[in-house]
């Protein structure tokens, strides 16, 4: 699990042109920011689908709130092991608080500059190009909208990321500091 923080609702100071033959669909270089919301995502590596939900920060608040619907939504019969960067908002303590209470999460945390082990990174990345880069969004509820439509869109159909390097492979890379997120498919 992670987070999308500042992911922005921009909207372009002029209209876009539509394709016509011989010319590619323009847009302006410039736009209107139209405020921020943060994607919290889960990602379940043995089916693909993905818990997801926009806050308006990202805080330990909303870190809070994320867990709890992760609590409901995941069978109560089933542990959470949750992978995750060791930002402070994971260890605050009211989070620890939290997560005592609920002894069936489990917080795994990757290495400093190591956000490639996190496979809803790879979701994150295919969001960002099928639904948010190109788009335009008047608002941040029109931004949301499209990120959930993305995410609804995303769960009626999921596939697993797979690792398509080898183990040796990934070790090998790691040690000389060269590892991306191509190691990694869908």
């Avoid at 699990?1 to 992911?7: L, P, Y």
């Avoid at 805080?59 to 939504?73: A, G, P, Q, S, V």
């Amino acid at each position: 699990m992670d987070e999308k923080s500042q992911i922005q609702a921009l909207d372009r100071s002029q209209p876009s042109l539509p394709m016509k033959p011989g010319r590619a669909g323009t847009m302006t270089h410039d736009y209107k920011r139209n405020g921020t919301t943060t994607l919290f995502a889960a990602l379940d590596v043995l089916t693909g689908t993905v818990i997801g939900q926009c806050l308006p920060r990202h805080t330990h608040i909303e870190f809070l709130r994320f867990l709890m619907k992760i609590d409901r939504e995941v069978p109560k019969r089933l542990d959470r092991h949750l992978i995750l960067d060791s930002y402070g908002t994971h260890n605050h303590p009211k989070v620890k608080t939290w997560l005592e209470r609920h002894p069936r999460f489990h917080l795994h945390f990757t290495p400093t500059s190591s956000s490639w082990l996190n496979m809803v990174e790879i979701f994150f990345s295919h969001l960002t190009e099928k639904a948010i880069r190109r788009g335009i969004f008047h608002s941040v509820p029109d931004l949301i909208t499209a990120i959930e439509a993305y995410l609804a869109a995303h769960n009626a159909d999921p596939k697993p990321f797979t690792w398509t390097a080898t183990t040796n492979q990934i070790l090998e890379k790691v040690r000389r500091g060269r590892v991306t997120l191509n190691t990694i498919t869908n």
